[in-house]
C-alpha cells in the first residue's frame, strides 16, 4: 500500500520533542482514530497506550464530544474573554468548583497545561505581594519533575535536558530530591512504602533559604513525563504539613493525574491531600480541542482582588482563555466521564494493569514495573554505553506491532485510555512482553 508520506514532503514541520532526522528517516503517520485505536497511514491499526499523550481519557473521537464542538463551532466560534464572557465557560468554572476538592473554586483558564503552570506560579507570586509578602518569590520544584515548556514550568522543571540550552531561567528556583530509589522501591505495586521522609528536604531548603522568600512548591503527585515515578507513602501529606506551616503555597501539577488517571476526579482526592493551586489540561477536553486551567482556594483569588483598585485585578490571560469551543469539549468531556462512569472504571482496571504489567517481571532487561491508578510503567536496564536506546527501540517495534507507547530514558510509561478493555491490556502487555523477548 502506498503511504501517505511518499507522497508528502516532511521538511518544514519542525516536530517537537522529537528527533527530527530519526522520525523523518523512517517516518509514523496516524490518520485517523476511534476509541481505542488510532490508523496509521499504511491502514494498520494501532491501539493507543498512552491515551495520545496522556490526554484522550475517554478514547478518540467521542461522538459526544465530536458532537458538541462542531456544534459549538457553529453556533460562536468565539467571544474574547478580556472583559467579555460567554454562558459555557462560567457554567464550566462551576462544574470544576463543584468538582475540585473543597475551598478550592476560583477557575482560570487556559489552553495547555505549559499555561496552566506559568499562570499558577504568577498567581502564586501576585497572591503574597496582595498580603504585602512580595518577597516571597523563590520557587521550589523537584528533581525529574515536568511542568511544561514555558519559561516557568522549565524553570521549577527538573528534567536537565529540558533545562541545558535555555540559559539561567527564573531565578531563585531550588528543587527538592526525587523521589524514586531503585533499592527501595523497585516493583513495588501502588505506592512505594519507602520514601515519606524525601519530604522532609523541604524543611532544609526552608532552613536554608528562609521561609519569608519562598512563593511556592510546584509538584506532579505522580511524576509522568520523567518516567512514572510514583509518590511513596505519606510523602505528598508531609510536604502539605511543611509547607502550611510556613505559609508556603503548594501547587499539584495534575496536568496528567487529574480526570480519572488515578481513578478519581483529582490526584488530590484520590491521595486525600489538597494543595492551594491545581493545574490541569489534557483530560479536561479528552485532548480534543486545546483547554488548561489553575483552580485556586477561593481565598487566593478573593486576596488578590480585594488588594486591588477597582479595575483589573490580575494582569494575565490568553486571548483563548475559556475558548468557546474548548469550554463545549470540556462540558462534553466531563459528561461522558460521569456518564459512563469512567473514574470508577479506571479504579476497577487498576488492578488488571498491575498484574498485566508485573507479569513482564522476568522479561529480558528488565529494571523495575511500577504502577498507580490506569499508569504503569517498565524500566529496562540500559544497553551499556547506549542509553535510551533499548527503549526506543521497544516504542519502534511496539508501534510497528500496533501498539502505541511512550517511553523516556529506557522507561516505558503506559496510560491506556480509561475506556480500554480488559483485552487491550492483555494484548499490550503481551505484545511488550514479544518485543522484550526479541531485543539484545
Ligand atoms: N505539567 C505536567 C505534569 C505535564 O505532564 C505539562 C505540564 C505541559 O502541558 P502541555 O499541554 O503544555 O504540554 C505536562 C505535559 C511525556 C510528555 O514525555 C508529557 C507531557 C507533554 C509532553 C510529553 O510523557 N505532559
Ligand atoms: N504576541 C502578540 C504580538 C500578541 O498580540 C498576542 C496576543 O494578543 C500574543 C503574543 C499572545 O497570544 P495568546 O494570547 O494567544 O497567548
Redesign the pocket.
Known amino acids: 500500500m502506498t503511504r501517505l508520506h511518499n507522497e508528502l514532503s516532511l521538511d518544514a514541520y519542525w516536530m517537537p ?1 522529537t528527533a527530527n532526522r530519526a522520525f523523518k528517516a523512517d517516518p509514523r503517520l496516524l490518520v485517523s482514530a476511534s476509541g481505542t485505536r488510532y490508523r496509521a497511514d499504511d491502514g494498520r491499526e494501532v491501539l493507543d497506550g ?1 491515551s495520545g ?2 490526554c484522550c481519557n475517554a478514547g478518540h473521537g467521542h461522538p459526544r464530544i465530536v458532537e458538541a464542538i462542531a456544534n459549538q463551532v457553529a453556533e460562536l466560534d468565539y467571544a474574547t474573554a478580556f472583559q467579555v464572557g460567554h454562558p459555557k465557560v462560567f457554567a464550566l468554572a462551576e462544574r470544576l468548583a463543584d468538582m475540585a476538592p473543597e475551598n478550592i473554586d476560583a477557575v482560570f483558564f487556559t489552553n ?6 506559568d499562570t499558577a506560579l504568577k498567581i502564586a507570586l501576585a497572591y503574597h505581594h496582595a498580603r504585602g509578602e512580595s518577597e516571597r518569590t523563590r520557587f521550589v520544584g523537584r528533581e525529574r519533575g ?5 519559561f516557568g ?1 522549565t524553570s521549577v522543571g527538573g528534567i536537565g535536558n529540558n533545562r541545558k540550552h535555555f540559559g539561567p531561567l527564573l531565578p531563585g528556583v531550588l528543587h527538592l530530591p526525587q523521589t524514586y530509589d531503585h533499592e527501595h522501591q523497585a516493583f513495588s505495586r501502588g505506592q512505594p512504602e519507602w520514601g515519606a521522609h524525601l519530604a522532609d528536604e523541604l524543611e532544609r531548603i526552608v532552613a536554608v533559604n528562609h521561609a519569608s522568600t519562598i512563593a511556592a512548591v510546584i509538584v ?1 503527585p505522580f511524576a ?2 520523567a518516567g512514572v515515578l510514583i509518590p511513596p507513602v505519606g510523602y505528598l501529606e508531609r510536604l502539605r504539613e511543611i509547607t502550611a506551616k510556613h505559609g508556603i503555597l503548594l501547587i499539584f ?5 487529574a480526570f480519572g488517571r488515578l481513578g478519581a476526579g483529582f490526584a488530590a482526592e484520590r491521595f486525600g491531600v489538597v494543595p492551594d493551586l491545581i ?1 490541569i ?2 483530560g479536561l477536553t479528552s485532548g480534543a480541542v ?1 483547554m ?1 486551567a489553575v483552580l485556586a482556594r477561593g481565598e487566593i483569588r478573593k486576596t488578590i482582588i480585594d488588594a486591588a483598585p477597582d479595575a483589573i485585578e490580575l494582569f494575565h490571560g490568553y486571548t483563548y482563555s475559556g475558548h468557546p469551543v474548548s469550554a463545549a469539549a470540556a462540558h462534553a468531556a466531563l459528561d461522558v466521564y460521569r456518564d459512563e462512569g469512567l473514574f470508577e472504571r479506571s479504579r476497577t482496571l487498576e488492578p488488571v494493569l498491575e498484574d498485566a504489567l508485573h507479569g513482564l517481571r522476568d522479561k529480558p532487561h528488565v529494571r523495575d514495573i511500577r504502577n498507580l491508578g490506569l499508569v504503569g510503567a517498565v524500566e529496562l536496564e540500559p544497553r551499556p554505553g547506549e542509553p535510551t536506546a533499548r527503549a526506543t527501540e521497544v516504542f519502534v517495534r511496539a508501534f510497528d506491532r500496533g501498539i502505541l507507547v ?1 517511553t ?1 530514558a529506557d522507561i516505558i ?1 503506559v496510560a491506556p485510555p480509561l475506556i480500554v478493555v480488559e483485552d487491550e491490556i492483555a494484548t499490550l502487555a503481551a505484545v511488550l512482553g514479544d518485543v522484550l523477548d526479541g531485543l539484545d
Request: charged content about 20%; overall charge negative.
Open positions: 520533542f498512552i499523550l496522556w495547555s497545561g505549559s499555561e496552566s503552570v515536568y511542568h511544561g515548556a514555558g514550568g506532579e509522568g513525563s501539577d495534575e496536568v496528567i493525574t493545574t489540561a489534557k486545546p488548561g511512550r523516556t510509561a
